[in-house]
């Protein structure tokens, strides 16, 4: 059962840019949720999302940042016109169903790391 | 809102020491999860640990959510263990999102 699968793993865009980080769950999960870590900082949530549907986005920046998770395809979480500011490692993250009776156990990808140059 | 927080800050350990690292929750939690950042950045899970205790070879994990605080031991470190270890815990009420630690940076040397 592979795991939770991120690309890319490493970005590279110019301020100004748009950046398109792509998150695939987990077999058989229906949860997915994306955090940020700033340099030399810890993991601060963004938002969590169930197919077709956002269900907390209280640490998504207001501007710039959208994240859909669509009946088809991978997550995507978007920046546009990136700043340096934006430069961090974004992780992605999957879980089961809450319905299916099974922990709440967060699964985590590898991550992509977002230099803006 | 959730504070959590994790001591000590920085652990220099020998190779072959043991260790306890400490994560106090401020709200009833039903996730609690303990990860290792190891130097390359990938975030491994160690333990989903809401209450009880639990061992995976090393290391072992116990959380006392009556008193709001886990902790993560490491036997027999080894320069392997080397990293960051984030706590993290999801409010029973807004169980989708975790609330990160700040993290222990545990450096062992040879």
């Known amino acids: 059962n592979a795991g939770v699968m991120q690309n890319p793993r490493h970005l590279v865009r110019r301020r100004g840019q748009e950046a398109r980080l792509r998150c695939s769950p987990m077999k058989g999960h229906s949860h997915v949720y994306w955090y940020r870590q700033l340099p030399e900082e810890g993991l601060k949530f963004m938002v969590y999302l169930q197919k077709e549907n956002i269900i907390d986005e209280s640490g998504m920046p207001k501007e710039r940042f959208s994240a859909e998770f669509p009946k088809e395809g991978p997550s995507i979480l978007r920046i546009q016109q990136v700043v340096r500011g934006d430069s961090a490692a974004y992780f992605c993250a999957s879980s089961p169903p809450v319905t299916s009776g099974l922990s709440y156990e967060q699964y985590f990808g590898p991550g992509t790391r977002l230099t803006v140059t | ?110």
Request: glycine share 10%; hydrophobic share 35%.
């Open chain 2, 1 to 110: 809102g959730i504070q959590v927080e994790q001591s000590p800050p920085d652990l220099i350990l020998q190779e072959g020491a043991n260790s306890t690292l400490r994560c106090n929750f401020s709200d009833s939690v039903n996730n609690l999860q303990w990860f290792h950042q190891n130097p390359w950045g990938q975030l491994i899970n160690l333990f989903y640990i809401p209450s009880g205790t639990k061992q995976n070879g090393r290391l072992s994990a116990t959380t006392v959510a009556t008193e709001r605080y886990s902790l993560l031991y490491i036997s027999s470190s080894q320069t392997t263990d080397s990293g960051v270890y984030f706590c993290a815990e999801g409010l029973a009420d807004s169980w989708g999102k975790l609330q990160f630690g700040a993290g222990t940076q545990v450096v062992v040397t040879p």
